[in-house]
C-alpha cells in the first residue's frame, strides 16, 4: 500500500488518459490483487479509486507521460535561455550612438523594457478569460506550445491530448498549467537578460542617458510622473524634478546623483515590475499544477466503466458509520412494495428503507415530507427508478434538488428497477448507468436491482 499514498504526477496523469481513450483492459491477476489491497472502509471511495487506478497504471506499459513531461522540461530551459539572450539583445538594441558617445533614452528604455512587457502580458490574460470562459480554448500563445509540445511527445492520440489540455469538467487542466508554467519561465528569462544586459552595458560602456523628445507629452514632468508611478510599488519616490532636469539631454552633465538615481530606479523598476511578477506567475502555476494533481476526481464516464471493471462491484460508493437508516423515493409512483426489495437493500447495499416517499407525483405534501426526511437522512438517499423510463431533463433536474436538501457529502443511489420487482434489462441499465456518469457528482452511484 506504499505506492497508494504517492501523489499523482504529470506523468502520471499523460500516461492514465492515453490509455483510457484507448479502451483499456483490467487484467485478472491485476483486478483481484486490487480488490484485495483496497484500503478499508475507513477510506473514502475517491482515495479508493485514486490508489486503484495508480496501481491499475503500474501494470501497464508506459511512455508517453515521460516524454510529454521531458518536452515541457527542455522547452522551459530553452525558453529561459533564449528570452535571456533576447532580453540582451534588446538592451544592446536600445543603446544609440549621438555625437560619438553611447546613450540610452529613459523614455525609449521603459518603454522596450517594462512597457512592452505588460501590454503583452495584459493581452495575454484577456484572450486568455476570453478563450477560456467564452470558446473554451487556452489562447493562441498557450494553443501554440501546446501544439509544439504535442509534436515533440508524439503518440498522443488528439482526443486524449483534448482531454489533458481542457481539463475534466470543473476541474483546470494539470498540463496547462505546465504550459503556464513555461511561458512564465520565458518572462523571468527575459528579465533577467534585461536585468543583466543593462548592467552589462554600463559596465562596460560609458553610457549617457537622456530623455529628450521633439513630443511635448514625453517631456520633463511626465516623466517625473512615470518614475513614481512606477517607485510606489516599492516605496520609492521616483525621481525629483532636479534629477530628471540633469537627465535632459545627451550632451548636459547629469552629476553623479542624478546618474546614481537613476541607476537604483530602472534596477528597482525592472526587478518590481518585470521580474517579479513573472516569478510570481511561475510559483502561482506550479501550486496550481500540484493542486489540480492532488484534487483527481476521477468521475469522467470513461473513468467511471474502468473503475467498475476493476473494483468488480456496481455500487461503487461507500458510506460512512453505521450502514442502516436510508430514505427510500419512489420517483414516479412506481407503486412497489417496499418490504420487496428489503432484502435486496440489506443484503447488497446494506441498508434498511425506514421511510419511503413518491416524489415526481402532483401530491406536494408528500413531496415536503420527502425533502424534510432527507436533510436528516443517516445512510443517504435510494431513488427507485423504472429502467425504461429515464427522461434526463427531469432526472437532473430531481438530483440537483435532492443534492442541495442532502449535501455534499450525502450517498446518493439510483436503483434501478425491471419491470415490477425484477431486474432491468441491460441496454435499460447501461443508458441510466451512462447518465449517472455524466452526472459527474462522485457521490452518486446508480445500482441495477437484483431479482
Not at 503583452?120 to 478569460?129: D, E, N, P, R, S
Not at 552633465?253 to 537613476?262: L, M, Q, R, S
Request: glycine share 12%; hydrophobic share 45%.
Amino acid at each position: 500500500m506504499a505506492g497508494g499514498r504517492k501523489a499523482w504526477n504529470l506523468e502520471d496523469l499523460v500516461d492514465f488518459e492515453v490509455l483510457v481513450q484507448q479502451s483499456p483492459t483490467v487484467e485478472a491477476e491485476v483486478g483481484r490483487r486490487i480488490r484485495e489491497e483496497l484500503p478499508g472502509a475507513d477510506q473514502s471511495e475517491l482515495g479508493q479509486r485514486r490508489w486503484g487506478f495508480k496501481e491499475w497504471l503500474r501494470s501497464k506499459n508506459r511512455g508517453s507521460g515521460a516524454k510529454v513531461v521531458s518536452v515541457t522540461r527542455l522547452g522551459g530551459l530553452a525558453l529561459l535561455i533564449g528570452t535571456f539572450l533576447l532580453g540582451v539583445g534588446v538592451i544592446r538594441g536600445l543603446v544609440t550612438m549621438i555625437d560619438g558617445q553611447s546613450a540610452l533614452n529613459i523614455w525609449v528604455l521603459l518603454a522596450g523594457t517594462i512597457g512592452v512587457q505588460w501590454v503583452i502580458l495584459v493581452v495575454g490574460l484577456v484572450t486568455f478569460l476570453l478563450a477560456r470562459y467564452w470558446i473554451g480554448g487556452l489562447g493562441w500563445l498557450k494553443e501554440m506550445v501546446s501544439s509544439v509540445v504535442r509534436r515533440l511527445a508524439g503518440k498522443v492520440s488528439p482526443e486524449a491530448w483534448r482531454s489533458l489540455i481542457q481539463g475534466k469538467g470543473k476541474q483546470p487542466s494539470a498540463l496547462a498549467w505546465r504550459l503556464t508554467r513555461m511561458l512564465q519561465l520565458g518572462g523571468v528569462g527575459f528579465n533577467v537578460g534585461l536585468i543583466a544586459g543593462l548592467f552589462g552595458v554600463l559596465w562596460f560602456t560609458n553610457v549617457n542617458f537622456y530623455w529628450e523628445s521633439s513630443l511635448s507629452q514625453f517631456g520633463g514632468d511626465s516623466l517625473g510622473k512615470v518614475t513614481r508611478f512606477l517607485a510606489a510599488a516599492w516605496g520609492g519616490g521616483g525621481l525629483t524634478d532636479s534629477q530628471i532636469a540633469g537627465l535632459k539631454d545627451i550632451s548636459g552633465e547629469t552629476g553623479d546623483g542624478n546618474w546614481k538615481a537613476f541607476f537604483n530606479f530602472i534596477f528597482a523598476a525592472l526587478f518590481v515590475w518585470g521580474l517579479l511578477p513573472r516569478v510570481l506567475l511561475w510559483v502561482l502555476a506550479v501550486l496550481k499544477e500540484r493542486k489540480t494533481l492532488g484534487a483527481l476526481e476521477f468521475q469522467d464516464l470513461e473513468h467511471r466503466k474502468l473503475w467498475r471493471e476493476i473494483s468488480r462491484v456496481e455500487h461503487a460508493v461507500t458510506m460512512e458509520g453505521m450502514k442502516d437508516g436510508v430514505v427510500l423515493l419512489d420517483v414516479g409512483g412506481l407503486g412497489l412494495d417496499t418490504t420487496e426489495i428489503r432484502p435486496f437493500l440489506l443484503q447488497n447495499l446494506r441498508v434498511n428503507p425506514e421511510k419511503s416517499y413518491a416524489v415526481g407525483i402532483l401530491d406536494a405534501s408528500e413531496e415536503r415530507e420527502a425533502w424534510e426526511a432527507i436533510r436528516s437522512a443517516p445512510c443517504g438517499v435510494v431513488m427507485l427508478v423504472e429502467g425504461w423510463s429515464l427522461s434526463p431533463k427531469q432526472m437532473s433536474a430531481l438530483v440537483d434538488r435532492i443534492r442541495r436538501e442532502a449535501g455534499e457529502e450525502t450517498v446518493l443511489r439510483v436503483l434501478v428497477m425491471g419491470d415490477g420487482v425484477e431486474a432491468p434489462d441491460d441496454e435499460d441499465f447501461r443508458t441510466w448507468q451512462e447518465f449517472v456518469d455524466g452526472l459527474r457528482d462522485p457521490r452518486l452511484e446508480c445500482v441495477a436491482f437484483e431479482g
